[in-house]
């Protein structure tokens, strides 16, 4: 069984900077961060797997972006620079104990926190 727990959510101005955190307690192969924003559907922003060290992201965030993960702290990490508008929404992180694929897909995530707020002003 795995436990997430969210943190580093906030707010901040366009172009500023962010870091997310996904404590986890338990062995989680495959980790993610998932955002939603009011009136949309929770849509993935970045994917990790441990196996290995393998990186996902979104369009709309490479570049800007980073997912990483401290082994020594089993925590998942969401560096965000350049932040824009757009960008605001309630954060999520999701873990699996399977392998699938697309790594995007909510549904293939068997684990979830409760969610960290970022909100990015003009």
């Known amino acids: 069984q795995v436990q997430l727990v969210e943190s580093g959510g906030g707010s901040a101005q366009a172009g500023g900077s962010l870091r997310l955190s996904c404590a986890a307690s338990?062995?989680?192969?495959?980790m993610a961060w998932f955002r939603q924003a009011p009136g949309k559907e929770r849509r993935g922003v970045a994917g990790f797997y441990s196996g290995g060290g393998i990186t996902y992201y979104t369009d709309s965030v490479k570049g800007r972006f980073t997912i990483s993960q401290d082994n020594a702290k089993n925590t998942l990490y969401l560096q965000m620079n350049s932040l824009k508008p757009e960008d605001t929404a309630m954060y999520y992180c999701a873990a699996a104990s399977f392998i699938a694929t697309p790594w995007d897909k909510t549904s293939n995530y068997n684990y979830w926190g409760q969610g960290t707020q970022v909100t990015v002003s003009s």
């Open positions: 338990g062995s989680t192969r495959r």
